[in-house]
């Protein structure tokens, strides 16, 4: 029993507890009813208090006057018992807090019927996540009939159910084998599956082995459906639906290929991920995810529906792009795999390539026989290139980028001489139109659309005696106003450099350094929102001609890349 005496202390099962009217009615609406409204204890020395343990009392005294407690075993369901009793809302609040604390793959289900005891929307919330971050383990251990049909269904929609999707159907069928019979939950639940992301073999071995899933109509559709997407490939980034889309992944910086010039100069077929935080550090410790058909430098990469291509190339350290090809192969980062696409109408190097509205345009470049003013796009729902408009003039070593509904290209080399010009291309009127033109002749630059402008750095230009001098100034075009600012200048030279937007801000890495006539391995990283320019750090090689870009990989727990 518990007991208030003069204010000071408190007995309970025999205990005597210090306590204090003023404190309990500031954090507890049961006491402040109870010694504000006019009730009879509001005046006596002793309360007596029913249906709370002592343990769960001693916690939620020690709480109110430290905001702390130690919870060891089963002592926050007692604690959550007196706190809810009594309306100690900051206790309820910590009890929420550390809830979750000691639970696991086997007591998990303990936790889910306190929570809906105490209505703890928010500690459910989290069991969700619990759940489907353990899905494997819970199977494992036996546990999976434990939980609910719509446990099931919040699992399914979870973004932390990071296993692979053969795995996922694996288990939900367990589950649904245990728990029911009902075919419309079958239907839900398998609805839920992400078939396009189980590879074909699977499908077949694993899947369609499954009686049911081939007696039902509803379900063999969804099996059926699965396997024409796979049976045409290369229309597969026109569908980007969720079922395609991967549950869990990280995104991160990737570099692919480029040409070394020392100490061994030679061309790369690497394709290489940074972690997620750009630092010195992670600049040295990148990791190859795989590996390009045959290596590659100063090609296009475009990543369309997380879908990468690449496009052109030189295949050897040709200075003039003699080695270009007109050859297009696509990486698939959900399996892993490379996929052949119809080859380029024009053999191209130096050139820009963009996605826009369902295509992937490629726009001038070099080959062997010179300097290139044409432009094709490619259709992914047939495979097909065709040509589109040439620009005004031939263009080699341009910068472009995609924005709005609009490809802009910029600077290159044209007649002899870098040039400043802008043009836009307008897809729906296949049309090139000039632009206010830059306000710095350059080329061998990168170009980049980020919070609705478009931002021109580095590359080179020519002085009087026709040699290359780097172009430092960098500048900042609006399209709505057609109009060029000058911005903050790079602090060191990047030509044939890349350019890249990650995590809202601009990186220029590596490529040549026209000062000193050598590699160069540093990154710069441009702050939009400050206008300031960071040295980050230096790759491990000086390359030119890589390509960079963002790519969203699978995170699988527990799963090394088979």
Same mark, same amino acid.
């Given at each position: 029993?518990?007991?208030?005496?003069?204010?000071?202390?408190?007995?309970?099962?025999?205990?005597?507890?210090?306590?204090?009217?003023?404190?309990?009615?500031? &954090?507890?609406?049961?006491?402040?009813?109870?010694?504000?409204?006019?009730?009879?204890?509001?005046?006596?020395?002793?309360?007596?208090?029913?249906?709370?343990?002592?343990?769960?009392?001693?916690?939620?005294?020690?709480?109110?006057?430290?905001?702390?407690?130690?919870?060891?075993?089963?002592?926050?369901?007692?604690?959550?018992?007196?706190?809810?009793?009594?309306?100690?809302?900051?206790?309820?609040?910590?009890?929420?807090?550390?809830?979750?604390?000691?639970?696991?793959?086997?007591?998990? $289900?303990?936790?889910?019927?306190?929570? *809906?005891?105490?209505?703890?929307?928010?500690?459910? *919330?989290?069991?969700?996540?619990?759940?489907?971050?353990?899905?494997?383990?819970?199977? *494992?251990?036996?546990?999976?009939?434990?939980?609910?049909?719509?446990?099931?269904?919040? =699992?399914?929609?979870?973004?932390?159910?990071?296993?692979?999707?053969?795995?996922?159907? /694996?288990?939900?069928?367990?589950?649904?084998?245990?728990?029911?019979?009902?075919?419309?939950?079958?239907?839900?639940?398998?609805?839920?599956?992400?078939?396009?992301?189980?590879?074909?073999?699977?499908?077949?071995?694993?899947?369609?082995?499954?009686?049911?899933?081939?007696? *039902?109509?509803?379900?063999?559709?969804?099996?059926?459906?699965?396997?024409?997407?796979?049976?045409?490939?290369?229309?597969?980034?026109?569908?980007?639906?969720?079922?395609?889309?991967?549950?869990?992944?990280?995104?991160?910086?990737?570099?692919?290929?480029?040409?070394?010039?020392?100490?061994?100069?030679?061309?790369?077929?690497?394709?290489?991920?940074?972690?997620?935080?750009?630092?010195?550090?992670?600049?040295?410790?990148?990791?190859?995810?795989?590996?390009?058909?045959?290596?590659?430098?100063?090609?296009?990469?475009?990543?369309?529906?997380?879908?990468?291509?690449?496009?052109?190339?030189?295949?050897?350290? =040709?200075?003039?792009?003699?080695?270009?090809?007109?050859?297009?192969?696509?990486?698939?980062?959900?399996?892993?795999?490379?996929?052949?696409?119809?080859?380029?109408?024009?053999?191209?190097?130096?050139?820009?390539?963009?996605?826009?509205?369902?295509?992937?345009?490629?726009?001038?470049?070099?080959?062997?026989?010179?300097?290139?003013?044409?432009?094709?796009?490619?259709?992914?729902?047939?495979?097909?290139?065709?040509?589109?408009?040439?620009?005004?003039?031939?263009?080699?070593?341009?910068?472009?980028?995609?924005?709005?509904? /609009?490809? $802009?290209?910029?600077?290159?080399?044209?007649?002899? /001489?870098?040039?400043?010009?802008?043009?836009?291309?307008?897809?729906?009127?296949?049309?090139?139109?000039?632009?206010?033109?830059?306000?710095?002749?350059?080329?061998? /630059?990168?170009?980049?659309?980020?919070?609705?402008?478009?931002?021109?750095?580095?590359?080179?230009?020519?002085?009087?005696?026709?040699?290359?001098?780097?172009?430092?100034?960098?500048? &900042?075009?609006?399209?709505?106003?057609?109009?060029?600012?000058?911005?903050?200048?790079?602090?060191?030279?990047?030509?044939?450099?890349?350019?890249?937007?990650?995590?809202?801000?601009?990186?220029?890495?590596?490529?040549?350094?026209?000062?000193?006539?050598?590699?160069?391995?540093?990154?710069?990283?441009?702050?939009?929102?400050?206008?300031?320019?960071?040295?980050?750090?230096?790759?491990?090689?000086?390359?030119?001609?890589?390509?960079?870009?963002?790519?969203?990989?699978?995170?699988?727990?527990?799963?090394?890349?088979?």
């Amino acid at each position: 029993m518990f007991y208030i005496l003069n204010d000071d202390f408190s007995s309970f099962e025999g205990h005597r507890f210090e306590a204090h009217r003023v404190i309990l009615v500031s &954090c507890s609406d049961y006491f402040r009813s109870m010694f504000t409204s006019g009730m009879r204890e509001s005046n006596q020395r002793e309360i007596e208090l029913k249906g709370i343990t002592c343990k769960g009392l001693e916690k939620t005294l020690e709480i109110i006057y430290t905001s702390t407690t130690t919870l060891e075993g089963d002592d926050i369901f007692d604690v959550i018992a007196a706190a809810t009793h009594l309306q100690v809302t900051p206790v309820i609040e910590f009890c929420e807090r550390n809830f979750l604390s000691g639970m696991n793959v086997n007591n998990f $289900y303990d936790f889910i019927n306190t929570a *809906k005891l105490y209505s703890m929307a928010n500690a459910l *919330k989290q069991i969700d996540v619990f759940i489907a971050r353990n899905l494997r383990e819970i199977s *494992k251990e036996g546990t999976l009939h434990l939980l609910t049909y719509d446990q099931m269904v919040n =699992c399914l929609h979870s973004d932390r159910l990071c296993l692979k999707e053969i795995e996922i159907f /694996h288990i939900t069928w367990e589950w649904y084998r245990l728990n029911s019979n009902q075919d419309e939950q079958a239907n839900h639940l398998m609805s839920l599956i992400r078939f396009p992301l189980i590879n074909p073999t699977d499908l077949v071995q694993h899947v369609q082995a499954v009686e049911k899933m081939m007696e *039902k109509p509803e379900l063999r559709q969804m099996v059926l459906a699965a396997l024409n997407y796979h049976v045409v490939p290369h229309s597969q980034p026109l569908d980007n639906s969720v079922n395609t889309q991967l549950r869990c992944f990280m995104e991160r910086l990737a570099s692919v290929g480029g040409r070394e010039i020392h100490p061994n100069p030679c061309l790369h077929d690497e394709i290489f991920v940074f972690d997620s935080k750009i630092t010195s550090n992670s600049l040295l410790n990148r990791s190859e995810i795989a590996s390009l058909p045959s290596a590659l430098s100063h090609m296009q990469v475009v990543v369309y529906n997380n879908f990468l291509y690449v496009l052109g190339g030189c295949t050897t350290q =040709c200075a003039h792009g003699e080695s270009a090809v007109n050859s297009v192969m696509r990486y698939d980062p959900r399996f892993d795999s490379w996929f052949q696409v119809s080859p380029m109408l024009h053999k191209r190097a130096y050139f820009f390539a963009g996605a826009l509205n369902n295509r992937i345009y490629a726009v001038g470049g070099k080959f062997k026989d010179g300097s290139l003013a044409t432009a094709e796009a490619y259709n992914p729902a047939d495979n097909t290139w065709e040509l589109i408009a040439s620009m005004p003039m031939s263009y080699h070593a341009h910068a472009g980028a995609v924005y709005g509904d /609009h490809i $802009y290209v910029s600077g290159g080399y044209s007649g002899n /001489h870098f040039t400043p010009d802008m043009q836009r291309y307008d897809p729906l009127n296949n049309q090139w139109e000039d632009m206010a033109a830059m306000l710095t002749p350059r080329g061998w /630059h990168v170009m980049c659309a980020a919070h609705d402008k478009l931002y021109v750095f580095g590359g080179c230009n020519l002085n009087v005696n026709q040699q290359a001098q780097p172009v430092m100034q960098s500048e &900042c075009y609006d399209p709505n106003t057609d109009q060029w600012t000058i911005i903050n200048p790079l602090s060191i030279s990047h030509k044939e450099a890349s350019c890249v937007v990650y995590n809202d801000q601009i990186y220029v890495l590596g490529g040549y350094n026209v000062q000193t006539k050598t590699g160069q391995k540093l990154v710069s990283r441009y702050d939009i929102y400050t206008g300031i320019w960071e040295t980050v750090g230096a790759l491990p090689r000086s390359l030119t001609g890589v390509g960079y870009c963002t790519l969203k990989l699978p995170d699988y727990l527990g799963s090394d890349k088979d």
